[in-house]
């Protein structure tokens, strides 16, 4: 089956620095959509990409898929510590009903 | 309003028992999901439905048995809790399929002790 593999898995970063995170799909996605969870919280969408070589921005969030529609990545530029949290990907295959899934997630630690 | 909410937030139960989790959404989405995060946060599908049916059912123990009185509402009930059923379970809801956000609620931590 479809297979979404993400890293790192973790990755601690000093306030001010970038991060980046790193989303490799099995098969050709249809889409894929990017989620945040909160220490304790629940995952909550952030965006999603449809088309190859789409690039797409949120403030200091920078999110690419790429032109085989294969992978994906999450750049943040300048962390600040309400960054903290685990950052998911989630790849749709294309199918009926088309099933998300989900990456194993990478978890970033912002010290101040 | 909050728009995906579960019932109970903690569960803590022994194992053998049976338990049941309850998920609403009050967005008027035809889809809904229950997913499974252990403690390696890795979030695993478990079951969806679209408008009551039953769509996808992953490879989950038949101990879980979702089920979906109407759109707005889908519970999970599981048999016989064993130790490796602790974690925490996400209902989600959508509009449809992989094209359309996912609005998850906050989550029942099950603790089988």
């Known amino acids: 089956g479809q297979q979404v593999m993400q890293i790192p898995q973790y990755q601690h970063v000093q306030e001010g620095e970038d991060f980046t995170t790193y989303c490799n799909s099995s098969t050709t996605l249809s889409n894929i959509q990017w989620y945040k969870q909160r220490p304790g919280g629940h995952p909550v969408f952030l965006i999603q990409?449809?088309?190859?070589?789409e690039v797409k921005k949120q403030k200091r969030l920078t999110f690419q898929f790429g032109e085989a529609k294969k992978n994906s990545s999450l750049h943040i530029t300048a962390t600040q510590t309400t960054d903290v949290g685990t950052y998911f990907c989630a790849g749709n295959g294309g199918t009926s009903y088309g099933k998300l899934t989900f990456g194993q997630g990478t978890i970033l630690t912002v010290h101040p | 309003d909050t728009a995906v909410s579960q019932t109970p937030k903690y569960l803590v139960t022994q194992m053998g028992n049976d338990k049941s989790i309850k998920c609403e959404q009050n967005l008027g989405h035809d889809t809904m999901y229950w997913y499974k995060q252990d403690s390696k946060k890795f979030l695993k599908i478990m079951f969806s439905?679209?408008?009551?049916?039953?769509?996808i059912n992953e490879t989950v123990p038949n101990r879980f048995s979702p089920k979906s009185p109407d759109k707005a509402h889908l519970n999970l009930h599981i048999n016989s809790l064993e130790l490796g059923d602790s974690a925490v379970y996400f209902c989600?809801?959508?509009?449809?399929?992989?094209?359309?956000?996912?609005?998850f609620g906050p989550g029942t931590r099950l603790t089988v002790t």
């Open positions: 990409l449809v088309k190859s070589g």
């Open positions: 439905y679209n408008n009551k049916e039953l769509i």
């Open positions: 989600a809801s959508s509009r449809g399929g992989g094209y359309y956000e996912q609005y």
